[in-house]
């Protein structure tokens, strides 16, 4: 008897929470409202996982802003910045480890204005396409190596004072294309959207690297990396589930 009546007081704040939160999304969905002419937005991107987290918040590696200059025409920016490490060790038959590998990937920025023209769609819905260029530099990825002169080293190529060091030259992109999706207004001030885009050109431009080592315990011996560049036409992407706020 007392078990259900715990049970009952825990269930009322959560019944009364679910109510509130479901009363809240009715009410949203009447007065949402597509932006109009002065007012801006700003987006995060979603990602779908598998397992207990469902849903997760992707920042802050690109962040998208609006300005809407007429009802159904809007000046866009994306910001996106990447940086990342990895680390990882080479253990002997004792599990010992004798050896670490550390992998910086270097501090990326991407900057992509671009321009929206909006269609008629429905109060909520608001479909749109348009087109951007897209600029992005990248610092160069690191990867330094400890009692081993090898850049994969295994058990058999490790010894004491030996060591590995790259570094990759910078990157430069550009990108132009064009994109369309939709916004879906489904409470005040607050949507969802999605897009696909299509890449018409794009270009990279990575410059020299180094690379020095010292291995089987001789001299030290340096090197460069060749530099490399590439361009491609045409191409798909896609830009995934975004949640955006009006302000």
Known sequence: MKVLFLKSIIQTPMKKTLGLLFSFCLIGSAVAQKPIQGQ??????LNFQTGVAAISY???AELRFRYFLKDNVSLRLRLGMRSNSSKYSVSNSQGTVIS???NHSGFG????????????????????????????LNGGARKDIS?????????????????YHSKSGYNFGLNLGGYMGADYYFAEHIYLGAEFGIGIFGMSNT?????????????EVNSKTLG???????????GGLRLGFVF
């Open 207 to 219: 410059g020299e690297g180094t690379e020095k080592h010292v291995r089987l315990g001789a001299s």
């Open 147 to 163: 009692n081993s002169g090898y850049a994969n080293p295994t058990n058999n190529v490790v010894i004491d004072g030996d060591y």
């Open 228 to 238: 490399s560049s590439s361009s491609n036409l045409f191409g798909v992407y896609t």
């Open 40 to 45: 801006r937005t700003a987006e995060v991107n």
């Open 109 to 136: 920025f991407s900057f992509a204005p671009g321009i929206e023209k909006h269609f008629v769609g429905t109060k909520k819905l608001s479909p749109f396409m348009g087109a951007q260029i897209g600029l992005s």
């Open 100 to 102: 670490e590998v550390v």
């Open 58 to 60: 992707n920042l802050p």
